[in-house]
């Protein structure tokens, strides 16, 4: 069996090296145009600021240490030019010929390249880049001469956010435009304010709503939709990846949603006997079962490796994927799986959402920070659609747990059942994750209603009253609300005539625990009321202009 694999990396590496595992015998070829078959792509941010020192340990794996340890055929340079699929032929071009080679099974691993946008006077400009690859980070990192002190990143997605970190690291003045609402758009507006928040904190300059169109001075200058030209020394291109598959159209083979490559459950294509995997293909996605490019290391390692299995005759399936990530933003984590709340409100499916703040592990052991989980569930199935976290630290603990959740397909009624570890330094007894599946369990068995912090103001301005149970404290130094009524939660029992059962109440506090307390408190004395879902702390990060400052005087 010869087994020919076009590109290498996450998808063609991971199934050259587990079909060998399989089949001693078996004829591997694998042909990269570029020359590298095996580094780690999602590294490369942190070399342009020297928190990995060694370019070195980028590279996984080279051709060499390939053929002594699974006796690889690896060809670097060598760029597949033609398919001849009815003869089971390519046709190769290296820095010396033009040659051929036929193969029983072919597997396309191209991946996908940086999408480029038509900007006006992008192609006169010198100082604007892409990072795909180690050569295109060879030529940031000469770029980066002493003379540069402005750079700009366009695209505020998860490569532009360690970007604009890493070229902050050099002491450039950085600035990331977008042209969604928000940075990180993978995450809902409120959940990308805390990332925003921490890019400003760490003197990152962050545009938001606008694009740029064009170039000017050989790219020494951009212009912006409203107007605005900024000036820039150096610029990232990162507004997103298109899948790299000239190659495959060229031959024949079927493209779907973006260009990508249409596989069936086995990762074939139409035309027998050729396979696909990683970024170049057209996946479901798992939740919604809709067509999705999902341009991850994670599934693309597995693709690989189930597309060996299933060419050695083994019965594996593309089971689709869910789209787990997470990025470092300065001292910030932020991790999402599944589906955000816009997804589902597209998809049109019938959801609720619950928020829920707590500590990365036991509040009274030193050390503890915050971090704040969402969820995003079906309250009639229990169903979980998807989930996001922001915090310091624990992040990708709960965001893993909640992915492996929903690809084993448990429930929020499943949620409070799960056992973690706890020690003081690690968690706490009811973890976050726990609390998150309570908190759905409330709202799902209807001992709780709640709104989203982007329903406030229209609830407000339908007559609802705002009632804060916050401590007169919390008000001084954190701030309150433009309109709320406020009664600590300890008096609350004993000022209940000072509310008007004919009125219908919105409850908060800092975080949502207490105000869960004061909805059921007022519920069961006849008030009609709703939780306002993340509370104070939530809604200060999202909306900040709408939060006042100073003593309180209400009473």
């Not at 598959?245 to 086995?266: F, M, N, P, Y």
């Not at 919390?474 to 300890?490: A, T």
Request: aromatic share 6%; with cysteine; net charge negative.
């Amino acid at each position: 069996m010869k087994v020919i694999i076009v590109g290498g990396v996450a998808g063609g590496m991971s199934a050259a090296t587990r079909l060998r595992r399989l089949d001693e015998k078996a004829e591997i070829v694998i042909l990269e145009k570029g020359p590298f078959v095996s580094f780690a792509n999602c590294g490369l941010p942190y070399y342009v600021s020297g928190e990995i020192a060694d370019k070195e340990t980028l590279l996984v794996q080279t051709p060499e240490s390939l053929h002594r340890r699974f006796n690889l055929d690896v060809r670097p340079f060598n760029e597949v030019i033609e398919i001849e699929a009815s003869k089971k032929v390519v046709t190769i071009q290296n820095q010396t010929e033009t040659y051929q080679e036929s193969y029983d099974f072919l597997i396309l691993s191209p991946g996908a390249k940086p999408f480029v946008p038509p900007i006006s006077g992008i192609e006169e400009a010198k100082n604007t880049f892409t990072l795909r690859n180690v050569p295109d980070l060879d030529k940031i990192m000469q770029a980066l001469t002493p003379n540069v002190k402005k750079a700009t990143v366009i695209g505020a997605g998860f490569i532009g956010l360690e970007m604009a970190e890493n070229l902050k690291k050099t002491g450039l003045d950085v600035t990331i435009i977008e042209k969604a609402p928000h940075v990180l758009p993978p995450l809902d507006e409120e959940m990308a304010s805390f990332v925003q928040k921490e890019l400003i904190d760490n003197g990152v300059n962050v545009i938001t709503g606008q694009s740029a169109v064009a170039f000017k001075q050989a790219g020494r200058e951009i212009v912006l939709e409203d107007g605005t030209q900024l000036e820039t020394d150096i610029t990232i291109l990162s507004v997103g990846v298109q899948p790299e598959t000239a190659l495959a159209q060229k031959a024949g083979i079927e493209l779907g949603l973006r260009g990508g490559i249409v596989v069936d459950e086995k990762y074939e294509t139409n035309l027998a006997g050729i396979f696909a995997v990683g970024d170049a293909i057209v996946t479901k996605q798992q939740i919604s079962n809709e067509d999705a490019l999902i341009s991850l290391a994670s599934p693309a390692n597995r693709q690989g490796r189930q597309v060996a299995d299933v060419i050695y005759g083994l019965p594996r399936k593309n089971l689709g994927s869910i789209g787990t990530a997470i990025v470092r933003v300065f001292h910030l984590s932020a991790a999402a799986t599944g589906l955000n709340e816009k997804a589902v409100q597209q998809a049109g499916l019938p959801y609720a959402v619950v928020h829920v703040s707590g500590k990365d592990h036991a509040g009274y052991y030193p050390g503890a920070t915050e971090l704040t989980l969402k969820l995003i569930f079906n309250p009639t199935t229990g169903t979980i659609y998807g989930a996001q976290g922001i915090g310091a630290k624990g992040v990708d603990k709960r965001i893993d747990v909640l992915a492996t959740a929903i690809k084993g397909e448990q429930t929020i009624f499943d949620l409070p059942e799960l056992e973690f570890t706890y020690a003081p330094p690690f968690g706490s007894a009811k973890d976050p994750v726990n609390m998150l599946g309570y908190s759905a369990l409330n709202i799902a068995e209807d001992f709780s209603q709640n709104i989203q912090w982007y329903e406030l103001s229209d609830e407000i301005k339908k007559g609802k009253v705002l009632l804060d149970v916050r401590n007169e404290a919390e008000l001084i130094n954190n701030g309150q609300f433009l309109q709320s009524v406020h009664i600590p939660l300890d008096t609350l029992r004993n000022n209940l005539a000072q509310l008007d059962k004919e009125k219908e109440y919105i409850v908060t506090c800092h975080s949502g625990l207490r105000s869960y307390i004061a909805e059921r408190i007022l519920k069961q004395n006849g008030f009609d009321v709703v939780n306002l879902d993340g509370a104070f702390a939530l809604y200060q990060m999202v909306r900040p202009e709408e939060i006042k400052h100073g003593k309180n005087n209400i009473k």
